[in-house]
């Protein structure tokens, strides 16, 4: 199975578990049944929201330099600069 058949299928069993939750289909106590059930689909959400925000940062944070991309990069811009000065251009 390929890593988005893996996905589809484990968001649809949790999505027929949650239904069947929802509409007490599997009996479960009052309380979980009418003040957790309902608000769970917005937790998982911001559950995942937290997680990707948090995942972003840290890999920002320790965001490793290139020393090659560095070098190439500056390479570039000198040629620039002299392509654009033999036309003229002053830099």
């Keep these: ?11 649809g069993i949790a999505t027929v578990i949650y239904i069947a939750l929802f509409f007490g289909a599997l ?4 309380v979980i049944q009418d003040k957790i059930i309902p608000v769970l689909p917005w937790w998982a959400l911001m559950s995942f929201g937290s997680y990707s925000l948090g995942y972003l940062g840290y890999h920002v944070m320790t965001f490793s330099d290139c ?13 620039a600069k002299t392509e654009l000065r033999s036309k003229g251009v002053s830099v």
Excluded: N, V
């Design 1 to 11: 199975m390929t890593r988005a058949t893996e996905t589809f299928a484990a968001l």
């Design 27 to 30: 009996p479960l106590p009052e």
């Design 67 to 79: 020393p090659d991309a560095y070098t190439e990069l500056m390479g570039e811009i000198q040629q």
